[in-house]
T-cell receptor, first 115, second 115 residues
Framework: DVKVTQSSRYLVKRTGEKVFLECVQD?????MFWYRQDPGLGLRLIYF???????EKGDIPEGYSVSREKKERFSLILESASTNQTSMYLC??????????????FGPGTRLTVT | DAKTTQPPSMDCAEGRAANLPCNHS???????VYWYRQIHSQGPQYIIH???NNETNEMASLIITEDRKSSTLILPHATLRDTAVYYC????????????????FGTGTRLQVML
């Protein structure tokens, strides 16, 4: 079974703090993704990475950065947390092969509250 | 990516088949139809995907109409554990790593399985 794990299920941080969310996958997937999920807005893509040290902005990258130093690990960084970043954060991973289509596997999510 | 339309909610009696419809009238010839579900407080779970032909796996069946403008996800014997939000997504295969495998989630169908 593919396993995508996230470092915390629940996290409470203060405004202005630097926050790290970690994601690890064990299936040697090329692609990794960070989404956030808010009521009424569905899942929105923040950033994705298609290889080590490679990244691309998603739909809502403002206020976030990412790091992928190893293939299995993808980190989401909130440089200075704000209350509007309170949300559920979901990590996902998938294979990639040109012209093919592969499903994404999701982690359990991290519910982040910024006070 | 093509947009999808799903009913906001459905009920189903336990043990009966749950048939979840999805309209994707603007789908392109190379776009796949994916189904995911999200059980409360968990990350989305991949169910099934298809291009033109009907597909079946251990979880569900996917029926795609001949013109590919709509599809139906069938859970043959729904149980209480199938209560979740079900998302229908269409997207093309990625031909280079830059475009990758982005998923655009809508608001889905909330399926309630009842005793």
């Amino acid at each position: 079974d593919v396993k995508v794990t996230q470092s915390s299920r629940y996290l409470v941080k203060r405004t202005g703090e630097k926050v790290f969310l970690e994601c690890v996958q064990d299936m040697d997937h090329e692609n990794m993704f960070w989404y956030r999920q808010d009521p009424g807005l569905g899942l929105r893509l923040i950033y994705f990475s298609y290889d080590v040290k490679m990244k691309e902005k998603g739909d809502i990258p403002e206020g976030y950065s990412v790091s992928r130093e190893k293939k299995e690990r993808f980190s989401l960084i909130l440089e200075s947390a704000s209350t509007n970043q309170t949300s559920m954060y979901l990590c996902a991973s998938s294979f990639w092969a040109s012209g093919s289509s592969y499903e994404q596997y999701f982690g359990p999510g991290t519910r982040l509250t910024v006070t | 990516d093509a947009k999808t339309t799903q009913p906001p909610s459905m009920d189903c009696a336990e043990g009966r088949a749950a048939n979840l419809p999805c309209n994707h009238s603007t789908i392109s010839g190379n776009e796949y139809v994916y189904w995911y579900r999200q059980i409360h407080s968990q990350g989305p779970q991949y169910i099934i995907h298809g291009l033109k032909n009907n597909e079946t796996n251990e979880m569900a069946s996917l029926i795609i109409t001949e013109d590919r403008k709509s599809s139906t996800l069938i859970l043959p014997h729904a149980t209480l554990r199938d209560t979740a939000v079900y998302y229908c997504i269409v997207r093309p295969p990625a031909f280079n790593t830059g475009t990758a495998s982005k998923l655009t989630f809508g608001t889905g169908t909330r399926l309630q399985v009842m005793l």
